[in-house]
C-alpha cells in the first residue's frame, strides 16, 4: 500500500465498493476519472490495480494540481486534462485508446466547500462565484443580482426542488434593490429569513437547495452530464464498465433513464438455453439493478456519502445514439 500523506479534505464515497465493481478485467485497461477532484479514487484504483492507467479530468485547475501532487507517486500511469468531461468526451483525443473503465463522480468536491473561497458554501462568508472554472461567463453573483424574479424563482425550484422557490426569490430581489449581493452569508441570511419559520429548523439549512440550484446553473452540470454520458458510452470499449456517483435526484434520474433507455433499445431473447441472435443481445447490462448506497457506518464516518447513489453498467455492444 502507498501512503498518501498529503493534506487531503475529501474522501472518496464508496471506495471499496466501487473499486469492485469497476475492476479492470484485463492486464493493461486504461481507466477514465472524469471528476478527478483531488484524486481520492484515481489514488485508490492506482493503488490497488498495480498494471492500469488513468486518464484524469477536472475542469478546476487549483484542484487538479492538488491531484497532481497527490498521484505523482504513480508516475507515467497518470494523464491529466485541465477540461469538463463533456468536452473530453466529445472531443475525445485521438493519440488515446478507447477506455476499459468510465468512472463519473458527479459530487462537488469538499474542497470547494472548504478551501476554494468561490461561495459555495452557506456557511462561510465568501464572495458569491461558485464556478467550477474561471472561464466560465455567468457567475452566481450574475444570476442572484441580474436575473428577473421569475426567472430566478424557476432555476431555484427546477434545479434546487425547493418549494419556497418564489418567497425566496422575492427576498433576493426586494435585498438586491437597496444593494448587490456578494456574499455568500448574506444570501444564506435573506434566504433563511425568507422562509417559514417551521422550515428554518428542518433536517438541513433552508440554503441548502437554493444554493445547490445556483451552482448546477452556473456550471451547467445538468446539461453536461447528459450529453457527456452518451459520449462517453459511445468511446467506452465493448464489454467496458461505465460507473456513475450522484448526489441528488436530479443528476440520479438522468443516469437511471440514459441506462434504462439503451437497455430497452432491443428485445432480449429471456430463454437462457437459446442461442441469441446478434441483433438480439442487449446493448448495456445494468450492473446495479438498484443504486448501490453508502453503509451506515460509511454515513457517520463521512456525512457527504449520505445522499450518494451509485448506479453502473457494462457495455455489451456498439450503439449509435
Given at each position: 500500500m502507498i501512503l498518501d500523506d498529503l493534506n487531503i479534505i475529501h474522501l472518496p464515497v464508496m471506495k471499496n465498493e466501487i473499486l469492485d465493481i469497476l475492476k479492470p478485467d484485463r492486464a493493461g485497461s486504461l481507466m477514465v476519472d472524469c471528476t478527478l477532484g483531488e484524486g481520492g479514487h484515481?489514488?485508490?484504483?492506482?493503488?490497488?490495480?498495480q498494471d492500469l492507467k488513468l486518464v484524469c479530468l477536472d475542469a478546476d485547475s487549483s484542484i487538479m494540481d492538488i491531484a497532481k501532487r497527490r498521484l505523482s507517486v504513480f508516475g507515467v500511469r497518470?494523464?491529466?486534462?485541465?477540461?469538463?468531461?463533456n468536452s473530453f468526451f466529445a472531443n475525445y483525443p485521438a493519440e488515446l485508446e478507447r477506455p476499459d473503465i468510465i468512472l463519473f463522480d458527479l459530487g462537488i468536491s469538499v474542497f470547494h466547500y472548504k478551501a476554494s473561497g468561490r461561495g459555495f458554501s452557506f456557511s462561510r462568508d465568501e464572495k458569491l462565484d461558485m464556478r467550477l472554472n474561471s472561464n466560465l461567463e455567468i457567475s452566481a453573483y450574475d444570476i442572484v443580482n441580474s436575473y428577473p424574479e421569475e426567472d430566478l424563482a424557476n432555476l431555484i425550484y427546477l434545479y434546487g426542488e425547493e418549494r419556497y422557490s418564489r418567497r425566496i426569490a422575492s427576498a433576493i430581489v426586494n435585498a438586491r434593490k437597496l444593494e448587490p449581493i456578494e456574499?455568500?452569508?448574506k444570501l444564506a441570511d435573506i434566504i433563511?429569513?425568507?422562509?417559514?419559520?417551521a422550515y428554518r429548523n428542518g433536517y438541513i439549512h433552508p440554503a441548502t437547495r437554493s444554493f445547490q440550484a445556483l451552482r448546477i446553473a452556473v456550471n451547467g452540470e445538468l446539461e453536461r452530464v447528459k450529453s457527456a454520458l452518451e459520449d462517453a458510452y459511445s468511446v467506452l470499449k465493448p464489454s467496458g464498465k461505465i460507473g456513475v456517483i450522484t448526489f441528488h435526484s436530479l443528476e440520479d434520474r438522468i443516469v437511471k433513464h440514459f441506462f434504462k433507455?439503451?437497455?430497452?433499445k432491443v428485445k432480449v431473447n429471456k430463454n437462457k438455453y437459446a442461442k441469441v441472435p446478434e441483433t438480439q443481445q442487449p446493448y448495456i447490462e445494468i450492473i446495479t439493478k438498484k443504486p448501490l448506497l453508502a453503509t451506515d457506518q460509511e454515513c457517520r464516518d463521512n456525512p457527504p456519502s449520505r445522499s450518494a447513489k451509485f448506479r453502473a453498467a457494462i457495455k455489451v455492444r456498439e450503439l449509435d445514439i
Open positions: 484515481s489514488f485508490a484504483f492506482l493503488d490497488q490495480y497518470a494523464t491529466f486534462y485541465n477540461t469538463w468531461y456574499m455568500s452569508a433563511y429569513h425568507s422562509v417559514p419559520h433507455d439503451i437497455e430497452a
